[in-house]
């Protein structure tokens, strides 16, 4: 443990969070002025960069494809607004971004919140499945959404980054219920752990063993028979960094451009859609 502290990798990532965190604080109040995004129905291409234009060229389903970014405890959307600002220059025309209500006190009340806004944004498309991508608790919320609630039927690829899957001993240190449903060995996420057959979304989960929030940081990993995906772990990436490290925008850029017009997978080695595969 000593020396993964001590790493150069590990006090650079230090620095990164330190810095994001301090401009993370002065653009909060922008995430409640914030409009919670929209969809792109021009798909001219003669002015976009190369790279916008051969998403659309290439993968117009994809493009299209709403995506849907749920953050965490204590936040709002301005946590994601690089992530924002490099899936749109990667091609995405369709990037919404909720602020669910901090004061809940079940992680289950949220999970509704959170299908009825994808149900306002298939509305609003025309699409039928969206992508989500959800930020720390954001991901239990909508993990609780795709297998206790129907969401499969909705979510074609849900991406998890710093979510505590299984839990965190950090949720001890406040006694909000919110938070004792994070605690490992909780009824909530016992619930989540129950069996999920024939679970129609894709999983991707992003974890880091420099996590601050996620103790022990392995519990960031999605472990579950039923549900298919891959784990991808980060070295040296605290818990507020994660949603703008290149590494992860572009990742994220990637696993969701991998998809035709029923729902497929395109490229040889992407994560499959098949229920019962472990990462």
Same mark, same amino acid.
Not at 45 to 73: D, F, N
Not at 106 to 133: K, M, N, P, S
Not at 178 to 198: H, K, N, W
Not at 248 to 257: F, K, P, R
């Given at each position: 443990?000593?020396?993964?502290?001590?790493?150069?990798?590990?006090?650079?990532?230090?620095?990164?969070?330190?810095?994001?965190?301090?401009? #993370?604080?002065?653009?909060?109040?922008?995430?409640?002025?914030?409009? /919670?995004?929209?969809?792109?129905?021009?798909?001219?291409?003669?002015? !976009?960069?190369?790279?916008?234009?051969?998403? !659309?060229?290439?993968?117009?389903?994809?493009?299209?494809?709403?995506?849907?970014?749920?953050?965490?405890?204590?936040?709002?959307?301005?946590?994601?607004?690089?992530?924002?600002?490099?899936?749109?220059?990667?091609?995405?025309?369709?990037?919404? *971004?909720?602020?669910?209500?901090?004061?809940?006190?079940?992680?289950?009340? *949220?999970?509704?919140? !959170?299908?009825?806004?994808? $149900?306002?944004?298939?509305?609003?498309?025309?699409? $039928?499945?969206? =992508?989500?991508?959800? =930020? &720390?608790?954001?991901?239990?919320?909508?993990?609780?959404?795709?297998? /206790?609630?129907?969401?499969?039927?909705?979510?074609?690829?849900?991406?998890?980054?710093?979510?505590?899957?299984?839990?965190?001993?950090? *949720?001890?240190?406040?006694?909000?219920?919110?938070?004792?449903?994070?605690?490992?060995?909780?009824?909530?996420?016992?619930?989540?752990?129950?069996?999920?057959?024939?679970?129609?979304?894709?999983? %991707?989960?992003?974890?880091?063993?420099?996590?601050?929030?996620?103790?022990?940081?392995?519990?960031?990993?999605?472990?579950?028979?039923? !549900? *298919?995906?891959?784990?991808?772990?980060?070295?040296?990436?605290? =818990? %507020?960094?994660?949603?703008?490290?290149?590494?992860?925008?572009?990742? %994220? &850029?990637?696993?969701?451009?991998?998809?035709? =017009?029923? +729902? #497929?997978?395109?490229?040889? +080695?992407?994560?499959?859609?098949?229920?019962? /595969?472990?990462?």
């Amino acid at each position: 443990m000593a020396s993964l502290v001590t790493t150069p990798q590990v006090i650079l990532g230090s620095a990164i969070e330190a810095a994001w965190v301090a401009t #993370h604080l002065l653009t909060y109040p922008l995430g409640h002025l914030g409009g /919670r995004g929209s969809h792109r129905t021009d798909y001219r291409i003669e002015h !976009l960069p190369p790279i916008q234009r051969g998403l !659309l060229l290439h993968h117009l389903e994809a493009a299209g494809t709403p995506i849907l970014l749920v953050h965490g405890l204590i936040d709002n959307r301005s946590i994601f607004t690089l992530l924002r600002r490099g899936l749109s220059r990667r091609g995405f025309g369709s990037i919404f *971004a909720m602020n669910w209500s901090t004061l809940t006190t079940d992680l289950r009340r *949220a999970a509704l919140d !959170l299908g009825a806004e994808v $149900e306002a944004i298939v509305a609003e498309t025309g699409y $039928e499945r969206i =992508h989500i991508v959800g =930020h &720390s608790l954001g991901g239990l919320i909508a993990r609780y959404y795709v297998t /206790r609630l129907g969401g499969d039927e909705r979510v074609h690829t849900l991406v998890t980054v710093g979510t505590p899957h299984g839990g965190t001993y950090a *949720a001890y240190a406040v006694p909000l219920r919110v938070i004792t449903q994070m605690r490992p060995g909780s009824a909530f996420l016992e619930e989540l752990d129950a069996p999920v057959p024939g679970c129609r979304t894709r999983f %991707i989960t992003y974890w880091s063993d420099a996590d601050q929030v996620v103790l022990p940081q392995r519990n960031g990993a999605l472990r579950h028979p039923d !549900l *298919a995906g891959r784990n991808i772990k980060l070295h040296g990436v605290g =818990h %507020i960094s994660m949603p703008i490290v290149g590494t992860v925008v572009q990742g %994220i &850029s990637e696993a969701l451009a991998q998809m035709d =017009h029923e +729902g #497929h997978t395109t490229r040889e +080695g992407a994560t499959p859609i098949s229920p019962g /595969r472990r990462a």
